[in-house]
C-alpha cells in the first residue's frame, strides 16, 4: 500500500487515480478551502509543498477557481492531445461570460441562459458541444472538490432554431472529385509543387478506394503495404499529442486497427508513391514532412474555390462507405470491419440511409403491388 502524504486525497474515477492537494487555512478571518489535483503522487507532493510554504509566508488568494481555469485543469488532467484542447478552448468561447465566475457561484441559471443566448445562431452539434465542455468543467471541479454537485445535472440542453439552407446539387460527388483529381494530375508549374500534388492526389485516391479516415492514410508506411497478399494493414494514425500535432499515434479504438483489402486501382496508386520516393512513410511532401492536414485543407480549397467546387476529403470516405453498403449490399459486420467503425450501429446510423433514387425505387414497388379491381 503506497505510503499516505498529508494534506493529499487519493480519488479513484473512471479507470483513473488522481491526486489532490486539499487543506483549510484562513483569509482574513474568513475559513477557505485551498484544492489541486494532479495524475501522479509526485506532483501532487511537489505542489502541496510549495503552496504550504506560500500559505506560512504569504499567505494564499482568497477566492475559488473560475470556469476557465477549472477548463485548463480538466485538459490537464486529462493528458488531453493539443489538438483536442484547442478545440475544447474554443468551444468555451461560445459562452465566454462564463469564464471569469468562480466555480463555486456558478449556478444552473447562469449555464441556462447561456445555452438558449446559442439556439439561432450555432447548431444542435455545436450546443451540444458546448454542454459537453461545461460538463466536465463541474466534473473537473467536484474531483478538485470545489463541488459536491454539478449544477449541470439541473440545465436542459436547449433545441437549435437556427435555419440550416441545403446547397443546391449542381455536380455528382464523383465529378467533383474526377475534376480535383485532374487538377492536381495535370499541374505543370514549379517541381516541388508539383510533387506534392502527386503526393495530395494519391492521397485522395486512397480514400476514396479504401474508405479509410484521412488521418489513418497519412500514417500509411511501406511496411503497412502487402503486394503479394494485396492488402493493406491500418495500424496508427497521424494526430497530436499534449504538445506537438502532425505526429504519428495509436488508433482510437481496438477496432479501428485492421486489414483492407486492395483493388486494382489501389494497387496502381501505391506503386506509383512507391516509386515517387523512398521514404517510408508514404505520404510524404518535398519538404520532408509527412503530409499535414493545414495542407491538405488549404491546398484543396483553393483549387474549390478557383473551379467553383465545394468538397472536403471526408466525402471520400462517405463515399466509400455508400459504395460498400448500398451499391455493394454488404452485410453490416463487413461494412462495419472495413470502415473501423466501433460498433455496428454507427455504421448504419451514419452511412445505411436511402437515396433519390432508392425512393423512385421502392415506391414504384409500391404502385406495382397494387391488385386490379
Same mark, same amino acid.
Given at each position: ?222 511496411? =503497412? &503495404?502487402?503486394?503479394?497478399?494485396? #492488402?493493406?494493414?491500418? /495500424?496508427?494514425? @497521424? $494526430?497530436?499529442? +499534449? ?105 448504419? =446510423? &451514419?452511412?445505411?440511409?436511402?437515396? #433519390?433514387?432508392?425512393? /423512385?425505387?421502392? @415506391? $414504384?414497388?409500391? +404502385? ?6
Amino acid at each position: 500500500m503506497a505510503k499516505k502524504e498529508k494534506y493529499i486525497k487519493v480519488k479513484h474515477y473512471k479507470n483513473s487515480t488522481y491526486y489532490t492537494v486539499q487543506f483549510s487555512y484562513d483569509s482574513m478571518g474568513r475559513k477557505s478551502t485551498y484544492s489541486k489535483t494532479f495524475r501522479t503522487m509526485k506532483e501532487a507532493i511537489h505542489h502541496r509543498d510549495i503552496k504550504r510554504a506560500e500559505l506560512i509566508t504569504q499567505g494564499l488568494p482568497t477566492g475559488t477557481r473560475t470556469v476557465i481555469e477549472l477548463l485548463e485543469d480538466h485538459i490537464n488532467i486529462s493528458r488531453m492531445a493539443c489538438t483536442t484542447a484547442k478545440r475544447k478552448r474554443s468551444t468555451m468561447n461560445r459562452v465566454s461570460e462564463l469564464k471569469d465566475i468562480p466555480i463555486a457561484k456558478l449556478t444552473p441559471l447562469d449555464i441556462q441562459r447561456s445555452l438558449n443566448s446559442l439556439v439561432y445562431d450555432y447548431s444542435q452539434d455545436a450546443i451540444n458541444s458546448v454542454a459537453s465542455v461545461l460538463k466536465s468543467i463541474c466534473n473537473t471541479a467536484i474531483l478538485e472538490g470545489h463541488l459536491t454537485v454539478s449544477p449541470m445535472g439541473r440545465v436542459t440542453i436547449p433545441t437549435s432554431k437556427k435555419i440550416v439552407t441545403s446547397k443546391p446539387k449542381i455536380m455528382s460527388g464523383d465529378e467533383i472529385i474526377e475534376q480535383i483529381l485532374e487538377c492536381l494530375e495535370s499541374y505543370e508549374g514549379r517541381a516541388s509543387t508539383a510533387f506534392n500534388y502527386k503526393i495530395l492526389k494519391c492521397f485522395l485516391e486512397i480514400m476514396m478506394y479504401t474508405g479509410m479516415r484521412p488521418s489513418e492514410v497519412q500514417a500509411l508506411k511501406r511496411s =503497412n &503495404i502487402h503486394f503479394d497478399t494485396l #492488402s493493406i494493414d491500418v /495500424i496508427s494514425r @497521424i $494526430g497530436s499529442d +499534449e504538445i506537438r500535432s502532425g505526429v504519428e499515434t495509436r488508433l482510437k479504438t481496438e477496432t479501428s486497427r485492421r486489414t483492407i483489402p486492395m483493388s486494382s486501382a489501389c494497387v496502381e496508386t501505391f506503386r506509383e508513391l512507391f516509386a515517387l520516393s523512398d521514404n517510408e512513410y508514404l505520404f510524404t511532401m518535398w519538404s520532408g514532412k509527412i503530409l499535414y492536414e493545414k495542407y491538405v485543407n488549404n491546398t484543396l480549397a483553393g483549387i474549390c474555390e478557383e473551379m467553383g467546387l465545394d468538397f472536403h476529403p471526408y466525402m471520400l470516405r462517405h463515399r466509400a462507405a455508400t459504395k460498400i453498403i448500398v451499391d455493394g449490399k454488404a452485410d453490416p459486420r463487413t461494412a462495419m470491419e472495413l470502415l473501423g467503425h466501433s460498433s455496428i450501429q454507427t455504421t448504419v =446510423n &451514419i452511412y445505411s440511409h436511402s437515396n #433519390s433514387n432508392e425512393k /423512385i425505387r421502392v @415506391i $414504384g414497388l409500391v +404502385e406495382s403491388s397494387r391488385k386490379p379491381s
